[in-house]
């Protein structure tokens, strides 16, 4: 075999043929995964082991293919058993939500615009990524602060601190351990918060090194969006705060997204109430009739469509429309 079947496993195109790949082409497609992405094993047992990985996720893309519209492929994560995955790279927890009412949007009559894309309307800051550390919580949070500093505040795009987040919104969040938006921004109401320049990001959980003098946007208060009717309305309403107010904190469930490669995802299975991580809305639009969600990830640039992913619009699909806040700053 066959160069170009590794050669196409590795750009991550859309494959069927792992059923029938023979052991010695799945341990070179395994190599070659390892000097893409760097990866380093301590032993050969620990190589061994995660190239059975390897083969066994093979088997998952293949399915993950056969059950959404999407592209999945090889990513970064591809060494990683769907709980390794989870642990160190979700940490969306929706058990630390608080029963505190919160102000709420109602449901709108308007209708969402056909298509929204703020990452070109300078209100997105570059993809990050937040290493092998469950704080996507943090990334979705500073994500709409930045968003609201320039669209709320008419401040120049500006990146935020997620470590300080992880370090110092410690009363309900769980750094590394997972956390929720809407507690972060609660913590941002008696905190200012850095810039990522000033508290930078090192992707484990540390002491709080929060200095007063560095802060630079606090939040008043934030906005969850109620649910509608129907699925269809709250993703409407979901469009139209897209549109007025800007980027969206969201919740969703990420279980297809490990091999995720390009598309439109509309998994057949995605349980809605098993929300795991914290991402951000940047735009809606629609694509050969097919109505979609852009979403910014942080596993960095590589990941996905350059670090975004896309998902299926007005079906609920992986809870999207269940957990959806923006924070309004002070
Ligand atoms: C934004 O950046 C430009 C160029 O650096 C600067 O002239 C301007 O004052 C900045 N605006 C704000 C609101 O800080
Ligand atoms: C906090 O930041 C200010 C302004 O940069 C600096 O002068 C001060 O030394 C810092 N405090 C600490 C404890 O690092």
Not at 248 to 255: E, H
Request: hydrophobic share 35%; aromatic share 10%; with cysteine.
């Amino acid at each position: 075999m066959n160069k170009l079947i590794i050669v196409a496993l590795l750009a991550a195109c859309v494959f069927a043929r792992f059923s029938t790949m023979q052991d010695q082409d799945i341990a070179a497609a395994f190599k070659k995964f390892t000097q893409t992405y760097n990866k380093k094993y301590s032993s050969e047992e620990h190589y061994n082991a995660r190239l059975s990985i390897f083969k066994e996720n093979l088997r998952r893309i293949e399915l993950f293919n056969k059950n959404d519209e999407a592209q999945h492929g090889i990513t970064q994560f591809a060494d990683l058993t769907h709980e390794e995955f989870a642990d160190m790279y979700l940490g969306y927890k929706p058990q630390l939500r608080n029963s505190q009412a919160k102000v709420s949007l109602s449901s709108t009559p308007f209708t969402a615009p056909t298509a929204i894309d703020w990452t070109t309307k300078g209100a997105v800051t570059p993809v990050k990524n937040q290493g092998s550390c469950g704080s996507c919580w943090a990334f979705s949070t500073t994500g709409s602060i930045e968003g609201q500093y320039v669209l709320q505040l008419k401040q120049n795009l500006t990146s935020f601190s997620e470590q300080q987040l992880v370090d110092c919104d410690t009363k309900e969040d769980q750094g590394c351990n997972g956390g929720l938006m809407d507690n972060a921004f609660t913590y941002l109401e008696s905190a200012k918060l850095e810039t990522e320049s000033a508290y930078p990001y090192t992707a484990v959980d540390g002491s709080c090194k929060y200095n007063q003098s560095l802060g630079v946007v606090g939040v008043a208060s934030f906005v969850d969006i109620e649910q509608g009717k129907t699925v269809a309305d709250t993703e409407n309403t979901m469009g139209v705060a897209l549109d007025n107010i800007g980027p969206l904190s969201v919740a969703i469930n990420a279980n297809n997204l490990q091999f995720y490669a390009g598309g439109i995802s509309n998994p057949l299975i995605c349980n809605p109430n098993g929300l795991n991580h914290g991402v951000l809305i940047v735009g809606l639009g629609s694509e050969n009739g097919k109505d979609f969600w852009k979403v910014k990830n942080s596993w960095g640039a590589s990941w996905g469509e350059k670090g975004y992913f896309r998902i299926v619009r007005g079906k609920g699909k992986c809870g999207i429309n269940r957990a959806v806040s923006y924070p309004v700053l002070a």
